[in-house]
């Protein structure tokens, strides 16, 4: 391996993404959920992604956001390439990137340059050097604005403490197998698998391992070779990590995963009580990071940003807008958080996604429904947030005071290469949502439907059936309903025209409502 890779697996390509917490509208509401101010990230001009990866993320920002330019950086050609080819089909003219070591940004960057509103970091500060986290603050320091804010995650403890001999057992076998990268995790995993058989004491001390040994078994080759083969590998403690940007001037705003800013709601009861009484933002967080044994930390840091009185944060707050992501027939009320699933009230939840289900509506229009007369703007802002923190909700990004509301066309562009790279046999499981800003998730499935459209053949629920079927019979795929193939011709002319019917019915409208297409 070249010297260049500085230890991280540059062979094989990272794993194709778009992770919501990186979209400008929701760190903006993240930050109003804990009262403090979102600064630049409320009508950000220019962002910076360091180490975007395959940069299908960093392009989705970019073709939802068009008002604002994003700027990518990566190391590694190949992603770079991709992330390239990807904007310049989709003709986006609000995108830079360049292949460059974060080092090489550092030197470059100005005393006072301060031209950033917005720095994005995922998950690459664990698998990068110690000389890269120095580069990434001097970065920071340099660039970003007063007022802007950084979103950065990572790994970290106390929940990974006992895979770190898993992770060096993995990378140690690595040296000693030929291949590539995906087929070293193989042999790692084969290796683990062994050693539980037989009985390795390791394994017997760790009992959780043998559930994490069973999900990685399921996931992506590509994904688990950056994750456990590479040389540097960093698990941080988030008071590590708020004293390596404290030296950039940024102070700890809070956590991008909603939920876990409710204690309520995200460590176990007879913790909170501790955790509620300290003052000192990050011994708290360390506090809850030891009660909901966290292993994945979100979080956001701020140069300058302010805390906001009860007139500032219900002005902010009252400001926000927020589109249903979904079909309101497919909307739930059974929220994920670390101390199990919750239940939402049905009248107040159902309330709340009828109202989006009718139109995108602001913070004031959602806390003036009837059901929260009681509650006031507390009980709204909870609601909101686990519609949030489920995905089935998307801020909406505040609108410039000048131009339109949000043009529609570059994200559009974008979902037509993602349909016809499908047609190609790549599959990318995203789509750009302009009117929100940010992007969704969408099977295979939905692609397929997508492709139909723009083939001009959604007229009924029969001809999207027919294009579809041509199209995966040319492809040699089946289609797949709960998990399982539908290989018999009736059976699956039958499926495959119930959920266009559902998709043309349903699913369609939202996707117009936000601008997909």
């Known amino acids: 391996m070249s010297s260049w890779t500085e230890g991280y697996i540059a062979d094989i390509p990272y794993a194709l993404g778009f992770y919501r917490e990186t979209v400008p509208a929701h760190i903006a509401f ?9 600064g630049l990230s409320l009508r950000p001009k220019r962002v910076l992604e360091l180490g975007f990866g395959m940069g ?3 392009v989705i920002n970019a073709a939802a956001n068009p008002g604002t330019h994003f700027e990518g950086v990566d190391f590694n050609p190949l992603h770079v390439a991709h992330a390239r080819g990807l904007a310049d089909e989709a003709e986006l003219t609000n995108i830079t990137m360049r292949e460059a070591s974060f080092q090489d ?12 509103d917005l720095i994005v970091l995922h998950g690459i500060l664990t698998w990068v050097s110690a000389e890269a986290h120095e580069a990434i603050v001097e970065i920071a320091r340099k660039r970003l604005k007063p007022g802007g804010l950084l979103y950065v995650s990572y790994n970290c403890m106390p929940g990974w403490a006992s895979v770190l001999p898993l992770q060096r057992l993995m990378r140690e076998n690595a040296k000693r197998v030929a291949g590539r990268s995906d087929q ?9 698998k062994a050693l539980m058989s037989e009985g390795a004491g390791y394994f017997k001390a760790n009992a959780g391992l043998e559930q994490r040994v069973e999900k990685m078994a399921t996931l992506d080759k590509n994904y688990l070779a950056h994750e456990y083969l590479n040389a540097n590998w960093f698990i941080f403690h988030v008071a590590d990590v708020a004293e390596m940007f404290g030296r950039a001037k940024l102070g700890f705003i809070g956590s991008a995963t909603l939920v876990e800013n409710i204690d309520g709601l995200s460590v176990p009861e007879g913790t909170r009580a501790r955790i509620g009484a300290e003052t000192d ?3 708290k967080e360390t506090l809850r990071d030891i009660a909901s044994n966290k292993q994945f930390r979100r979080d956001l840091f701020a140069r300058g940003v302010s805390t906001l009185n009860p007139a500032e944060h219900n002005a902010i707050l009252n400001g926000m807008r927020f589109a249903l992501a979904l079909p309101r027939s497919k909307v739930t009320f059974k929220f994920p958080s670390p101390v199990g699933d919750l239940d939402g009230n049905a009248e107040i939840y159902g309330a709340v996604a009828d109202l989006l289900a009718e139109k995108t509506a602001s913070f004031a ?3 003036a429904l009837p059901v929260f007369r009681q509650g006031g703007a507390g009980a709204t802002l909870q609601a909101v947030g686990l519609f949030v923190h489920s995905g089935q909700v998307l801020p909406v990004p505040v609108p410039s005071q000048t131009g339109p509301e949000f043009d529609p066309k570059p994200a559009q562009r974008l979902n037509r290469v993602i349909a016809e790279k499908m047609l190609q046999g790549r599959v ?3 789509l750009a949502a302009p009117g929100a800003g940010s992007g969704i998730q969408v099977p295979h499935s939905e692609l397929l439907m997508l492709a139909a459209v723009l083939a001009g053949q959604d007229k009924t629920a029969e001809t999207m059936t027919a294009h579809v079927i041509q199209t995966m019979q040319r492809l040699g795929i089946n289609w797949v309903k709960e ?3 539908v290989t018999e011709p009736a059976e699956r002319q039958n499926v495959v025209r119930a959920d266009a019917a559902t998709f043309l019915n349903e699913k369609l409208p939202v996707w117009h409502r936000l601008g997909i297409l």
């Open 105 to 116: 940004v550092a030197r470059e960057a100005q005393e006072g340059q301060h031209d950033l």
């Open 483 to 485: 998990g399982k193939p």
């Open 184 to 192: 070293q995790t193989g042999s790692g995993l084969d290796l683990v």
């Open 365 to 367: 229009e959602i806390a």
């Open 30 to 38: 993240a930050a109003a959920c804990v009262g403090k101010h979102p």
């Open 56 to 58: 299908l993320g960093f």
């Open 281 to 283: 933002p990050i011994f």
């Open 428 to 430: 990318y499981s995203f």
